[in-house]
């Protein structure tokens, strides 16, 4: 196969490798830059270090925010207003000689898994990134839903309780801010540190946790129960921790249990890659817009 590189766009570095066909080669990284002429400047020099020591055909490129297909524009709002709003990806093809494909981050890490991860052999299937917020991503018959305005798979706005959304009930970084708030002495716990109060006894840190399982399943169950897909995974930081797969099951069994409907349960899973699903899935990216190429 022919090599390919790959960018991944995050908040705080930018990640690049170059994909062989089977692996990742000679990956590096630099801080995120604080301007549009940092951005272009160090995403040209990672390119150029890439094309020093690999013969690549292009770039494919994870990105937050909405890319438009037809446009090359990254619409939406990120964390990083300067790359919004204009054909980007004209700019970047003339500034690195190659063909580029952007798609966004949690869609790429989707893509990965559905090509090389848990999710091969399915056409269907649900994303779920439990990070700082929840996001994800639809794919049907092997491709990404994107939607009418490219929200496809934001499901962390889905509204769970009280106008609450799944975002702000259903991450670890949600559960750490609320049992810190509810403790109020002065620390600011993290996620694994209300996990393992949980389990060690503490009763407020029993309660947030249950709130966290009950809405990931929540939204896995009204998810399932709307689209039918193939399989259910689940990536982001938390989906790390062993004991997370049981919970969730067990909870949404408990809700199904409840509504009365068992005649079958959601596959569940947990992704295969972790910090290089979004390098991985930009290639996948990449491979399905210039098949001509590859």
Known sequence: MKKIGAIDVGGTSIKYGVWDGENLLDQGSFPTPKTLEEYFEGMTNAVLSMKEKHEIIGIGMSTPGCPEKDTGVIAGKSALPYIHGFNMQAELESRFGLPISMENDANCAALA???????????????????????GSVIFDGKVHHGKHLFGGEFGFMIMEDYKSMSSLATAVAMAKRYSMRINDGKNYTGQEVFDLSYAGDPIAQEETETFFFNVAKGIFNLSFSFDPDLVILGGGVSNAPFLLDEVKKRVMHIQEKVGFTDW?????????????????AVVDFMAEHEDLV
């Open 113 to 135: 898994e559905l090509k090389y991860g848990v999710g091969q052999g399915a056409k269907n299937l649900l994303f779920f990134i439990l990070g700082t917020g929840v996001g």
């Open 265 to 281: 349960t959601p596959e569940i899973v947990t992704c295969k890659f972790k910090n290089d699903a979004n390098l991985i899935g």
